[in-house]
């Protein structure tokens, strides 16, 4: 398993937080039997802060710094994703017509997202119910995540 600075409980499990001096790095979410770690970074303070913050008021605005390292490409797909209201939800095809691209390299993008949560992309989904989430096609964890995360800022979706 991958070293993070912080992992926090989450209502689905766990989050784990990587960061550096200057930017957080990335957002995983974990299983609940996953160990915590406690972190005296400043930087992973605020975010373990920020994230707590949202689990209680979903409406809440993150201000972190960001160090997605992702393509030209992936950083308008999160931009787009960024823009997109807590209880509200766009389909890969809305985003993809909103950053001029198609819906599958739209969900590849989303995908890849590092910082989920912070860069929305649950708020993402198929035009036919609620889409994959973190590369994993079906049910399990990850789209159970993200049915919480959903169910969490008021939507409710299959």
């Known amino acids: 398993m991958k070293h993070f600075d912080a992992v926090i409980d989450a209502p689905f499990g766990k989050v784990g937080i990587r960061a550096d001096e200057r930017a957080v790095r990335e957002i995983v979410y974990l299983p609940g039997e996953?160990?915590?770690i406690e972190s005296d970074k400043p930087l992973v303070q605020q975010a373990i802060a920020q994230i707590r913050q949202y689990f209680e008021q979903p409406a809440m605005r993150?201000?972190?710094p960001l160090?997605?390292?992702g393509t030209a490409f992936q950083e308008r797909v999160w931009k787009g994703?960024?823009?997109i209201a807590a209880g509200q939800v766009w389909t890969y095809g809305q985003l993809a017509r909103e950053v001029g691209?198609?819906?599958?390299?739209?969900?590849?993008?989303?995908?890849?997202?590092?910082?989920p949560i912070v860069i929305p992309c649950h708020r993402v989904v198929s035009s036919?119910?609620?889409?994959?989430?973190?590369?994993?096609p079906g049910d399990g964890f990850f789209r159970d995540v993200k049915r919480w995360l959903l169910a969490h800022e008021g939507v409710s979706i299959a």
């Open 101 to 115: 691209s198609v819906p599958r390299a739209v969900g590849q993008a989303c995908g890849s997202n590092p910082l």
């Open 81 to 83: 994703i960024s823009g």
């Open 67 to 69: 160090g997605t390292g």
């Open 62 to 64: 993150f201000d972190l």
């Open 34 to 36: 996953v160990e915590s």
């Open 128 to 136: 036919s119910g609620i889409g994959g989430f973190a590369h994993t």
